[in-house]
């Protein structure tokens, strides 16, 4: 099991392009959920996708959007791109029944906004 | 609205001294509180969570709700606890996390 796999590792866009962002899960994992990692910070949530649909969401601009495929793996797109956007985007899988289940992170893809 | 504070950027350390990272939360109900690692160039992981009241890898944390603090402690640093260690609140029980801003700790040989 290769575990939560991202892709790209890194991209470099211009301001107000559009980005999109890949995330397989974990095997046998049916959630995923982003986050944006600014230098510096924590992990920040953006939003998860349960069952093809968005369950949760952070306090992101819509300018974030995702979709969730039948398989479970899951994109971030991000439209106009800003150069505050430029950061380590993290995805997380784990199971979707209620409560706490242990959630595996992938390694991320930087993206930097020039 | 769920706050997690880590007030620490970066904590030195001798190998053998005591390790220990505060981490204080804001939530109004009954949080699941969890540290995560990232060791260089590794992937962000689960370190301990409070519910297991394990100890993992000699570090242990306990939850102070009177205080709303879920401090890391251990013993005797090695060189291998070199790391990002990052607090995380989950107030919904729904695998929403908030992190706190992390710890760097340098354990010096």
């Known amino acids: 099991d290769a575990g939560v796999t991202q892709s790209p590792t890194h991209l470099i866009k211009t301001r107000g392009q559009q980005v999109t962002l890949r995330c397989s899960p974990k095997?046998?994992?049916?959630?995923v959920s982003w986050y944006q990692q600014a230098l510096g910070q924590g992990p920040q949530f953006i939003f998860q996708?349960?069952?093809?649909?968005?369950?949760q969401r952070g306090n992101f601009p819509d300018r974030f959007s995702g979709h969730q495929f039948p398989n479970y793996s899951s994109e971030l797109n991000v439209n106009a791109l800003l150069l505050g956007d430029s950061a380590l985007y993290l995805c997380?899988?784990?199971?979707?029944?209620?409560?706490?289940?242990?959630?595996?992170f992938g390694q991320g893809t930087r993206l930097t906004v020039v | 609205a769920q706050r997690v504070t880590q007030p620490e950027k970066l904590l030195s350390v001798f190998k053998g001294a005591p390790v220990e990272l505060k981490c204080n939360y804001s939530?109004?109900?009954?949080?699941?509180l969890f540290w995560y690692v990232q060791y260089s160039r590794q992937r962000l992981q689960l370190l301990l969570r409070?519910?297991s009241r394990e100890s993992i890898k000699g570090f242990t944390a306990d939850l102070n709700k009177g205080e709303t603090s879920f401090h890391l402690k251990k013993p005797f640093a090695q060189e291998e606890d070199s790391a990002m260690y990052y607090c995380?609140?989950?107030?919904?029980?729904?695998?929403?996390?908030?992190f706190g801003k992390g710890n760097q700790v340098v354990v010096i040989p």
């Open positions: 095997s046998g994992h049916d959630t």
């Open positions: 409070h519910i």
């Open positions: 996708y349960y069952e093809e649909e968005e369950r």
């Open positions: 995380a609140l989950d107030g919904g029980g729904n695998n929403r996390l908030a």
């Open positions: 997380a899988s784990s199971l979707g029944s209620r409560g706490y289940t242990e959630a595996f």
């Open positions: 939530y109004s109900g009954s949080p699941e």
